[in-house]
Antibody
Framework: EVQLVESGGGLVQPGGSLRLSCAASGFTFSAYWMSWVRQAPGKGLEWVANIKHDGSEKYYVDSVKGRFTISRDNAKNSLYLQMNSLRVEDTAVYFC???????????WGQGTLVTVSS | DIQMTQSPSSLSASVGDSLTITCRASQSISNFLSWYQQKPGKAPELLIYAASSLQSGVPSRFSGSGSGTDFTLTISSLQPEDFATYHCQQSYGAPWTFGPGTNVEIK
């Protein structure tokens, strides 16, 4: 059974940093592209970043470029999102997801809440 | 960026009804369109990918169609567990974008 479990969320002040983790199990992690997707409270879904199975390619939504870094450790079956220079508008539940056919998000974690507030 | 719109934004329906949700892209996205179901406080779940391919384990009452700019998600014979929010998402052009969602409520 595919499982994705996020951790690392919490309350942080504007300008601060946070590192999210996603532990993957139940599939060959190193064979799949992975993503982070976020959802602000009461709002829609927003794709944040993708990373290729070997980490050689990374893509970001413009609003986080230069501030967020997606990475992975295939030996540890783990996905990460380093978030720096956080803004109030980054407040959201952050989901990790495994990319499936035709660029779909085939499997999702339960999400971790990031709150940016003073 | 490719903008995704959905209609209606919300609807009320009864168990056993058939319903259709529409998703429109601001430019052609071929068939790079997925549909998700999300219940309150939960992660989304993939229903349909490549516009019309049913994700493994998803009931056959869900179906998708369309290509280019116009797409539909149809739920035949609505079940109690189908009351949720439905999102479409395009993966044709970066950044990948979602529609605003359609909330399906019990009448």
């Amino acid at each position: 059974e595919v499982q994705l479990v996020e951790s690392g969320g919490g309350l942080v002040q504007p300008g601060g940093s946070l590192r999210l983790s996603c532990a993957a199990s139940g599939f060959t992690f190193s064979a799949y592209w992975m993503s982070w997707v976020r959802q602000a409270p009461g709002k829609g879904l927003e794709w944040v970043a993708n990373i290729k199975h070997d980490g050689s390619e990374k893509y970001y939504v413009d609003s986080v470029k230069g501030r967020f870094t997606i990475s992975r450790d295939n030996a540890k079956n783990s996905l990460y999102l380093q978030m720096n220079s956080l803004r109030v508008e980054d407040t959201a539940v952050y989901f990790c997801a495994r990319i499936g056919g035709s660029g779909s998000f085939a499997y999702w974690g339960q999400g971790t809440l990031v709150t940016v507030s003073s | 960026d490719i903008q995704m719109t959905q209609s209606p934004s919300s609807l009320s329906a009864s168990v056993g009804d058939s319903l259709t949700i529409t998703c429109r892209a601001s430019q052609s996205i071929s068939n790079f369109l997925s549909w998700y179901q999300q219940k309150p406080g939960k992660a989304p779940e993939l229903l349909i990918y490549a516009a019309s391919s049913l994700q493994s384990g998803v009931p056959s009452r869900f179906s998708g169609s369309g290509s280019g700019t116009d797409f539909t998600l149809t739920i035949s014979s609505l079940q109690p567990e189908d009351f949720a929010t439905y999102h479409c998402q395009q993966s044709y052009g970066a950044p990948w974008t979602f529609g605003p969602g359609t909330n399906v409520e019990i009448k």
